[in-house]
């Protein structure tokens, strides 16, 4: 089976940057993705990488690593409307995603 | 843009009813899922399909049954309706095959309470 861990909350400033790490456990590994949900609304697509390294997507960039089984997003100028929800999912063999629990962003003026 | 429709946004039903929530996507996905999401337990897979007429079960599908008869609609079917069923489902398609890494659209949710 699949199993993923993340911070459940991380609080940042307007502004500034923030990090939110992902750990997964997985037999098969076909990519780390990652979504974004606010709060009443549903889970929408951001990034995903198959390979190592950064993808980078305006403010947004994703990294992983498969050595060490970890990825993390990064969101740089942080806005007030990126207050949300960020889930890692990961594909591990011929099933749908394993979504981790979730880590809420709060942002501080 | 994809279009994910639940039929529902809020659904009231009591124990021991059998329920149906319906999906229908607009982008001729092969690949459709349901997930359930409670707080502090994230989205977890509850059954899911890659063709018509056919499905698999996710990691949690006890008391809870499909029927994709047709590309475009999945429908969840909860058979005797709990209280522990009460939750947010979450319907999403995907473009691709069995390996599809697509990113995968989800519709709105429909939040069932089971009295």
């Known amino acids: 089976g699949q199993s993923l861990e993340q911070p459940s909350e991380v609080t940042a400033v307007e502004g500034a940057i923030v990090q939110i790490n992902c750990t997964y456990q997985t037999s098969g590994f076909y990519g780390l993705s990652w979504y974004q949900q606010h709060d009443g609304g549903a889970p929408t697509f951001l990034s995903y990488n198959a390979l190592d390294g950064l993808e980078e997507t305006g403010r947004f960039s994703s990294f992983l690593s498969r050595s060490d089984s970890y990825g993390y997003l990064l969101l740089q100028e942080l806005q007030m409307k990126d207050s949300a929800s960020y889930f890692c999912?990961?594909?591990?063999?011929?099933?749908?995603?394993?979504f981790g629990k979730g880590t809420h962003l709060i942002i501080q003026p | 843009d994809v279009k994910v429709t639940q039929s529902s946004r809020y659904l009231v039903k009591r124990t021991g009813e059998k329920v149906f929530l319906e999906c229908v996507q607009d982008m001729d996905h092969e690949n459709m899922f349901w997930y359930r999401q409670d707080p502090g337990l994230g989205l977890r897979l509850i059954y899911f399909?890659?063709?018509?007429?056919?499905?698999e079960k996710g990691d949690i599908p006890e008391g809870y049954s499909v029927s994709r008869e047709k590309k475009e609609r999945f429908s969840l079917i909860l058979e005797s309706a709990s209280t522990n069923q009460t939750s947010m489902y979450l319907c999403a398609s995907t473009l691709g095959g069995t390996y599809s890494n697509q990113p995968q659209h989800f519709g709105d949710g429909t939040r069932l309470s089971i009295l």
């Open positions: 999912a990961v594909r591990g063999g011929a099933d749908g995603l394993t």
């Open positions: 399909s890659y063709d018509v007429k056919m499905k």
